[in-house]
Antibody, heavy 118, light 113 residues
Framework: EVQLEESGGDLVQPGGSLRLSCAAS????????MNWVRQAPGKGLEWISL??????????FYADSVKGRFTISRDTSKNTLFLQMNSLRPEDTAMYYC?????????WGQGTLVTVSS | DIVMTQSPDSLAVSLGERATINCKSS????????????LAWYQQKPGQPPKLLIY???DRESGVPDRFSGSGSGTDFTLTISSLQAEDVALYYC?????????FGQGTKLEIK
């Protein structure tokens, strides 16, 4: 069974940093295209980042809203996906989800809440 | 970037009746080499993460009731709930995964009439 569990969300001041983790089980993270998606309170879904699988060279992509501030990565030995978030802004306040690209089936975590406020 | 536009924004349907949600992409998301449309549908209930219903535009995720079906190709897609149940009240989103950024539609709120 595919399972994803995010962690690392917290209250942080504007300009601060945070590192989110997404522990996977039931599949190998490095064999799949993996994403981070966020949802601000009362708003729709916003895709923010993608990392290709090993066959795709681990190429990374970002939404314009986070480019240059966020970095997606993975640790094969821990089967875990990460999102390093720097220079956080109040508009980054959201629930952050990790998700598999739905090639032949999906998988989302329960999310972790990031609040950026002074 | 590919823009995904859903219609309507909200929809009220009687129990047992058919519900139809549309999704249009600003460019084709059909990859001709494998004849697959890179389109997914999600259901989201309050306080829950999105749940994948449909991928490749028409393939139902394991465990999803067969009253949910997806259709369409190229730029125009439809999610159909053949006989609305009370538990289907939710927000529904389409998403393209043809090319990054993997954009979502704005969402459609489905309610009981």
């Amino acid at each position: 069974e595919v399972q994803l569990e995010e962690s690392g969300g917290d209250l942080v001041q504007p300009g601060g940093s945070l590192r989110l983790s997404c522990a996977a089980s039931g599949f190998t993270v490095s064999a799949h295209y993996m994403n981070w998606v966020r949802q601000a309170p009362g708003k729709g879904l916003e895709w923010i980042s993608l990392i290709y699988n090993d066959a795709g060279g681990g190429t990374t992509f970002y939404a314009d809203s986070v480019k240059g501030r966020f970095t997606i990565s993975r640790d094969t030995s821990k089967n875990t996906l990460f999102l390093q978030m720097n220079s956080l802004r109040p508009e980054d306040t959201a629930m952050y989800y990790c998700a598999r690209t739905p090639y032949g089936g999906g998988g989302w975590g329960q999310g972790t809440l990031v609040t950026v406020s002074s | 970037d590919i823009v995904m536009t859903q219609s309507p924004d909200s929809l009220a349907v009687s129990l047992g009746e058919r519900a139809t949600i549309n999704c249009k992409s600003s460019q084709s998301i059909l990859y001709r080499s494998n004849s697959k449309n890179y389109l997914a549908w999600y259901q989201q209930k309050p306080g829950q993460p999105p749940k994948l219903l449909i991928y490749w535009a028409s393939d139902r995720e394991s465990g999803v009731p067969d009253r949910f079906s997806g259709s369409g190709s190229g730029t125009d897609f439809t999610l159909t709930i053949s006989s609305l149940q009370a538990e289907d009240v939710a927000l529904y989103y389409c998403q393209q995964y043809y090319s990054p950024p993997y954009t979502f539609g704005q969402g459609t709120k489905l309610e009981i009439k």
